[in-house]
């Protein structure tokens, strides 16, 4: 594997490099003004400009290369001029790697009452801190693109119709054909130079329109493109049958991204179908409320089973929270007690499971051995209810799928 990394130069795209195969599965790298990405790569959600509980450089310590914002959240009120009088996204957080915004498409089309036109999506958000207290905005392509240009982020989304997977091919055809239209829309909006416009293949569960949505969007030549409308209650099965139908007929030399995916399973599975960046909140929501990640499964600690236990989350992690010291009774302890030092403790164990998740994959796939690994990491993962892992002191559990 060539380990000389290619220099970001302006116009001249991501050099996405594919480095090693093992199945469908990709090892590769694409460089940012703001550094190189290695894949298959997570990315932790800083909505309105921060992972939530914990500081940026915490954030890149558990091995994280790229956050994510959303438009919609930093486009209400004043936040986009706030942002960009702080010198944008990267000087504010005080983060000097890649950050990615997405539209603000999903969080829009998830309002109740929103009004699609062509020109955009017009909605009321709630602008004070009554239900009642509420102003209109329009959302179009050239007004969420030129949020993003304003913004400074490495990676822009196309603004897009998310739709409701369960509505009629005749509706998803037509959204599709407007998505399209609202791309090339997008593609014709000015953005810094430094900053790349990825394209998003909607189409719900019809495979013929995923198809469709492919060929359409790549005929336009651009740095990469986005896989959207999974992962939104149609289930694990669903969805991959979706990624795997897509993935394969989108171009191999541009970054293949999975919009809003997902729990550690569904990452691995994903991946195995050739796709390279993901994003989800749920490794950063899921401490928040409780639930952590082991190379075992699934740990909630509200379980009286953690009342008195004197054990780490896991034996075998890195992080602050476990090579700290800091016991699950503790944790749980302060869970309860309600107090932010959880939701910080936490927050970093499942971004390191997460990015340890993404180092071993990298790994397995270089030394060509990812089908052993998915297999023994969805056995673990693949047990109903959530595991309640039980270490011995001095015990590290024999994690063939874990992080050497």
Request: glycine share 10%.
């Amino acid at each position: 594997m060539n380990s000389s990394s290619p220099q970001w130069t302006p116009g001249n795209g991501l050099h996405y490099q594919l480095l090693a195969t093992s199945g469908r599965a990709r090892r590769g790298r694409f460089v940012t003004a703001h550094g190189t990405v290695q894949t298959p790569a997570f990315m932790p959600v800083g909505t309105q400009g921060t992972v939530k509980c914990v500081l940026p450089d915490q954030v890149a310590a558990t091995g994280a290369q790229v956050v994510l914002a959303n438009t919609y959240h930093l486009g209400i009120l004043d936040r986009t001029q706030i942002v960009e009088r702080l010198g944008g996204l990267h000087s504010m957080m005080r983060w000097n790697q890649t950050v990615l915004t997405d539209s603000g498409g999903f969080q829009v089309f998830s309002l109740p009452d929103r009004k699609i036109t062509e020109e955009g999506v017009s909605f009321q958000f709630r602008s004070g801190r009554k239900d009642t207290e509420t102003t209109p905005m329009t959302l179009s392509p050239e007004t969420a693109m030129d949020i993003q240009r304003r913004l400074g982020a490495d990676i822009v989304m196309a603004f897009d119709e998310c739709v409701d997977y369960r509505m009629p091919p005749k509706y998803m055809a037509e959204s599709l054909d407007r998505t399209l239209r609202w791309l090339k829309r997008c593609k014709a909006a000015p953005i810094q130079p430094h900053q790349h416009l990825f394209g998003i293949i909607q189409g719900g569960m019809e495979l013929e329109l995923r198809s469709r949505a492919v060929r359409q969007v790549t005929s336009l030549d651009l740095p990469g493109y986005a896989i959207g409308g999974v992962s939104v209650g149609e289930g694990h099965e669903a969805m991959i049958r979706i990624v795997r139908h897509t993935a394969p007929q989108m171009p191999e030399n541009q970054v293949r991204y999975l919009m809003g995916v997902g729990l550690p399973e569904d990452l691995v599975g994903a991946v195995e179908c050739g796709m390279d960046i993901f994003d989800c909140i749920i490794p950063t929501r899921y401490a928040r409320e409780g639930t952590v990640f082991t190379w075992d499964g699934k740990m909630r600690l509200q379980d009286k089973t953690f009342r008195k236990d004197r054990y780490p989350i896991d034996t075998s992690c890195q992080c602050v929270a476990c090579s700290g010291g800091y016991s699950r009774a503790y944790l749980r302890h302060l869970l309860f007690a309600d107090e932010p030092l959880y939701g910080t403790l936490a927050t970093l164990h499942n971004l390191h499971f997460y990015l340890d998740t993404m180092q071993a994959i990298r790994k397995a796939i270089v030394f060509g051995n990812f089908e052993r690994f998915r297999q023994d990491f969805v056995r673990r993962h693949s047990r109903p209810g959530f595991r309640q892992v039980v270490y011995h002191a001095g015990h590290r559990s024999g994690h063939r799928c874990g992080p050497r």
